[in-house]
């Protein structure tokens, strides 16, 4: 089942430590997630850390193949560190999930 890309972010937070993150998070995280997808090369990282709050979220593309890019997103809150991996595919313009694991 494909999740568009806004719910790629929602999933990646939601599967790990979601509640502590607000709505404005939430759409850092989406945009930096997007982009890294986007514009990264292969084991290129981006983060963004908030400027008020001890949050940190990393997303970087492993692999590529056509349209589709394996990635790993990890996000830190305090000391408390997860992290997760899948396979997004860009659709329509849009990038959507294709797997977790």
Same mark, same amino acid.
């Given at each position: 089942? *494909?999740?568009?890309?806004?719910?790629?972010? &929602?999933? !990646? +937070? &939601?599967?790990?430590? &979601?509640?502590?993150?607000? %709505?404005?998070?939430?759409?850092?995280?989406?945009?930096?997630?997007?982009?890294?997808?986007?514009?990264?090369?292969?084991? @290129?990282?981006?983060?963004?850390?908030?400027? @008020? %709050? =001890? +949050?940190? !979220?990393?997303?970087?593309? *492993?692999?590529?193949? &056509? $349209? /589709?890019?394996?990635?790993?997103?990890?996000?830190?809150?305090?000391?408390?560190? %997860? @992290?997760?991996?899948?396979?997004? /595919? %860009?659709? =329509? =313009?849009?990038?959507?999930?294709? $797997? +977790?694991?």
């Amino acid at each position: 089942l *494909l999740i568009s890309a806004a719910a790629v972010a &929602g999933l !990646v +937070i &939601g599967h790990s430590i &979601g509640d502590t993150f607000d %709505k404005i998070d939430r759409i850092h995280a989406t945009m930096l997630i997007e982009q890294s997808l986007d514009n990264n090369q292969n084991f @290129q990282s981006s983060t963004w850390k908030h400027p @008020q %709050k =001890n +949050i940190a !979220v990393n997303a970087m593309p *492993l692999t590529s193949e &056509g $349209e /589709c890019r394996e990635f790993v997103t990890s996000i830190q809150i305090n000391k408390e560190l %997860k @992290q997760m991996r899948g396979t997004a /595919c %860009k659709i =329509n =313009n849009e990038w959507q999930l294709r $797997e +977790i694991y």
